[in-house]
């Protein structure tokens, strides 16, 4: 099968962009970028990341696709202000980053290929976890604390999901007779196929990301695709989200909408998404009392800024994070 024309194997991909990709690319070998004057070094760091671009990233959406992302119409405020779902965040592509939209990959689309299923599971995944990842003896992490872990996974929670699965579609996984595991036996979501392809398509497989892989905080703001992100976010005075008055979360009752019901959520998250809240509305504080337009409005659909008085304003080249082929979370 053929790459698709838009793979990022054809970006800049002509003669002379070759030619300075590879000329680039042995100055860095010969001297380090870093050690060449700073606009020498920024020409070959463009070489560099054409190369990475090339040989890492892969896109997805030039593979056979029934159902296209439903844009949402383009406001006055796309130009100037980020939206909920991602869109418009760069305006040469509309959909890419929207929620809901495909992972791209890290390999040549060619290598894009589920095993066959009786070959998934072999080996194991749980005995392979048993005998590489099992902690016989304490390990102390003398570089870094649970603080690094509980970052990584709220950063992790703002950029990619494969959503939340569906019980009836599952691995269960053999145990052996001496493994603690409490239920027999292990079952493993699946990820969701994607509703993009038609039954039967031909063709490396894709995958819907139901987050923004923008670095736009959307755990805390939401603009995803799941029912959890729909979630009121809002206190509606003064551009402030919701938090209680003893400075704590405040979470739905709805096992269905808390984040505290999704697998992976601990302390680490509360603390995190308890410290950015606060943060934010301490920023809408100050940005009231500074400003003489009187106090900030939220827009009308309750979760995005206004083009007004915004902390979350972002110029066109922020908080991009190319997304990626991963497991469910």
């Known amino acids: 099968m053929t790459e ?12 002379w962009w070759r030619l300075y990709d590879w000329t680039a690319q042995t100055a860095d070998q010969k001297f380090g970028w870093d050690k060449l004057p700073k606009p020498v070094g920024l020409l070959v760091l463009i070489g560099l990341r054409n190369i990475l671009r090339q040989r890492n990233l892969y896109d997805t959406n030039g593979l056979p696709m029934a159902v296209t992302p439903k844009l949402p119409a383009p406001t006055p405020e796309t130009l100037t202000a980020r939206t909920p779902d991602g869109a418009y965040n760069d305006l040469r592509s509309p959909a890419m980053g929207m929620a809901g939209t495909r992972f791209g990959r890290n390999v040549p689309l060619r290598y894009g290929y589920q095993e066959a299923p009786d070959k998934i599971l072999d080996p194991n995944p749980r ?25 990584i996974q709220f950063m992790v929670k703002d950029w990619l999901s494969h959503g939340a699965g569906d019980p ?41 990301n139901t987050e923004t892989p923008w670095w736009d905080s959307s755990q805390l703001y939401g603009g995803g695709t799941t029912a959890g992100d729909q979630v009121p976010r809002r206190s509606g005075a003064d551009g402030k989200l919701i938090i209680g008055a003893d ?3 405040v979470l739905p009752d709805d096992p269905a909408l808390s984040p505290a019901f999704v697998p992976g959520w601990w302390l680490g998250l509360n603390m995190m ?19 003489r337009n009187g106090p900030m409005r939220s827009s009308t659909n309750g979760r995005g800024w206004s083009s007004r008085g915004s902390s979350r304003r972002f110029t066109r ?13």
């Open 273 to 291: 998404s308890t410290l950015f809240i606060r943060e934010h509305n301490a920023i809408a504080d100050a940005l009231k009392s500074a400003t």
């Open 247 to 249: 400075n704590r979360l």
């Open 127 to 151: 005995v392979v976890s048993r005998e590489l990842l099992t902690r016989h003896d304490f390990i102390p992490a003398t570089s870094l604390n649970l603080l690094a872990a509980a970052w």
């Open 168 to 208: 009836r579609h599952v691995f269960e996984l053999p145990l052996a007779a001496d493994d603690p595991w409490p239920q027999r036996p292990l079952t493993v979501l699946k990820t969701l196929p994607d509703p993009t392809r038609t039954t039967g398509q031909d063709g490396p497989q894709t995958f819907l």
């Open 4 to 15: 698709p024309a838009n793979s990022s194997s054809g970006y800049r991909n002509t003669f």
């Open 317 to 329: 080249s922020s908080g991009h994070r190319p997304s990626s082929p991963t497991r469910p979370l």
